[in-house]
């Protein structure tokens, strides 16, 4: 018996891109439907809800990010920013808003899917609240509070280990500066970026096998930081 494909929400004002996009994400397992702008596809979402949404911020009805806190009103849904929009200042406010990712246009078919798949991985993981979560050989029991490596404990100070669990309860999404900065420091705290950046490397010295080539803790240049998935390559 196969499984009901999941459903995903495309939302381009370009014909082109829909065109393009539909049929590669329904061979990739996908049951596309779409949306040429923002009323039609926050009244999709309400209706009757999609489980992931593509999303360009460039609609002609309403800036894309605003789409975006709407849905997060309610929807837990991954959310995948897809735009022309390069600018630092635009990824960082539309992930700040609660979208899991964001990816440039344009963008390979596999890459876009391979950041689907972590998205929605990420979503069920933060629903299973689970108490042990592994990425590779790397564990973190939250519980305990405790982290290993081939089941070997790796200590970690306090803020290590708090900048490690924002990362893993995030799994599947990008976790900005400033969020890494109120998950550890605390909302109120004027911390600049360069010490998440110090806290990132001293994190990496700890977990990775070669600190200058991450395999685990990877960054989004100008974003934040995400930790990688199982069969992300």
Known sequence: MSLTPTRLLLVDDEPQILRALTPALAAGGYAVETAENAGEALTRMAADPCEAVILDLGLPDMDGKDVIRRIREWSEAPIIVLSARDLESEKIAA??????????????????????????????????????????ELSIDFAMRKVTIEDEEVKLTPREYDLLRTL??????????????????????????????????????????????????????????????????
Request: without cysteine; charged residues 30%; positive net charge.
């Open 95 to 136: 992930l700040d808003l609660g979208a899991d990712d964001f990816v440039n246009k344009p963008v390979g078919v596999g890459e876009l899917l391979a950041r689907l798949r972590a998205s929605l991985r990420g979503r069920d993981r933060r629903f299973a609240a689970q108490a042990v979560a592994s990425f590779g």
């Open 168 to 233: 893993a309860r995030h799994t599947g999404r990008v976790v900005t500066h400033r969020q890494v900065i109120t998950a550890v420091w605390g909302p109120e705290a004027q911390v600049d970026a360069q010490f998440v950046r110090v806290l990132v490397a001293q994190l990496r010295q700890k977990i990775e096998a070669e600190p200058s080539r991450p395999r685990i803790l990877l960054t989004e240049p100008g974003v934040g930081y995400r930790l990688r998935v199982d069969d992300e390559r």
